[in-house]
C-alpha cells in the first residue's frame, strides 16, 4: 500500500481518537491494520449492513474516503444515546473531525492544504478497488466491531503533494559565492529588546450579525449560529490582526488550538485593511 495512504489512515486513528474524546469525555483505544483479501470480501458483501460516511476533498484535486461501522459501534461511540438520530449526527460529526484533521496534518506543507467538503451517508460502489484499514476499536472497556476506512487511490497522488517546479535545464542555476560558508546575524537590537514584551492573542470562533430584536432575546440556554462549519479552521489573532489559523484542540481539559496555517505578511497587511 502506498506510504502517504498509510500515513493518512494512522493520523486518522488519532485525529478520530481525540474526536471521540472531546465528544464523550473518554478516549477509545485504536489500532489500524491493512485489510486481508477476505476481509475485502467479506465487507464488499455486507456493505449494506454497514453505516457508512463518504466524504470528498474540494478542488483542484479530488478523492474521496468512505468510513463504514457496524450500528453496535456507531451507536457506543457516539455515547450511548437513546436517539438514534442524534447518535447517528454525532458519528457523523466524529468522523467529519477525523478526516479534516488527518488531511489537514498530512497537507499542512502544501501552498493549498487538502480540505474535505461536506460528507454524506453514501455507501461505496465496491471495496475491491479501494485501499482499506481495518481499524480496531476498543471503549469503555468494550471491544467494539471494526471500523473500515477506505480511500480511492489515487488519495495517494494528492497526499503525496504538488511536483516541485523544476528550473529549465537551459537556464544556469545561482549558486551562492561560497556555499560552504553560511553566516548566523544576530537578530537587530531593537528587535531583541522587544523579545520580552507580551502580546495578547485571542482565537475567533465565529461571528454572526444579529438584528437588535433577536440580541434582546438572548438568554440562558439561546443558540447563536456562527459563520463556520464544523471542520473549519478558528483564526488566532494578535492585537486585531490574523496571524494564524487552526484547529481546536483539548490539553488536559482545557481548550488549545493547534497551527495549520500561517498568515503571511502580506496576507496579514490585506486582512486588516480590508477589516
Known amino acids: 500500500m502506498e506510504e502517504s495512504i498509510v500515513s493518512f489512515f494512522e493520523q486518522w486513528i488519532e485525529e478520530f ?23 475485502i470480501d467479506e465487507w464488499d458483501a455486507r456493505r449494506g449492513e454497514l453505516q457508512w460516511w463518504e466524504q470528498e ?41 477525523a478526516n479534516q484533521g488527518a488531511a ?31 481499524v480496531n476499536v476498543a471503549f469503555r472497556d468494550a471491544a467494539l466491531p471494526s471500523l473500515v476506512v477506505a480511500l ?30 553560511v553566516s548566523l546575524k544576530e537578530p537587530p537590537p531593537i528587535l531583541d529588546r522587544l523579545m520580552d514584551l507580551h502580546l495578547p492573542v485571542s482565537v475567533l470562533l465565529g461571528q454572526a450579525v444579529l438584528p437588535i430584536r433577536d440580541v434582546l432575546k438572548i438568554a440562558s440556554g439561546s443558540l447563536i449560529e ?17 496571524v494564524a489559523r487552526g484547529e481546536i484542540v483539548s490539553i488536559k481539559g482545557n481548550y488549545g488550538v493547534r497551527i495549520k496555517e500561517v498568515i503571511s505578511r502580506k496576507d496579514r497587511f490585506a486582512l486588516k485593511d480590508a477589516a
Not at 451507536?75 to 438520530?85: F, H, I, K, P, Y
Open 57 to 97: 476533498t474540494e478542488d483542484p484535486q479530488r478523492f474521496k474516503t468512505w468510513v463504514g461501522a457496524e450500528g453496535t459501534c456507531w451507536t457506543v461511540l457516539a455515547g450511548g444515546s437513546g436517539d438514534r438520530n442524534e447518535a447517528t449526527e454525532l458519528f457523523h460529526e466524529m468522523l467529519s473531525q
Open 104 to 134: 489537514a496534518v498530512l497537507s499542512s506543507s502544501f501552498v493549498s492544504p487538502v480540505k474535505f467538503g461536506a460528507g454524506s451517508a453514501t455507501p461505496p460502489g465496491s471495496l475491491q478497488a479501494l485501499r482499506l484499514a481495518k
Open 17 to 39: 481518537a481525540r474526536a471521540v474524546e472531546m465528544s464523550t469525555g473518554e478516549r477509545p483505544v485504536l489500532s489500524q491494520e491493512p485489510a486481508e483479501k477476505n476481509q
Open 226 to 242: 456562527l459563520d463556520r462549519q464544523l471542520g473549519d479552521y478558528v483564526e488566532v489573532m494578535v492585537h486585531g490582526t490574523i
Open 152 to 181: 480511492e487511490p489515487k488519495a495517494a497522488k494528492v497526499l503525496n503533494g504538488p511536483e516541485p517546479d523544476v528550473p529549465p535545464s537551459d537556464l544556469p542555476l545561482v549558486q551562492p559565492a561560497n556555499p560552504a560558508i
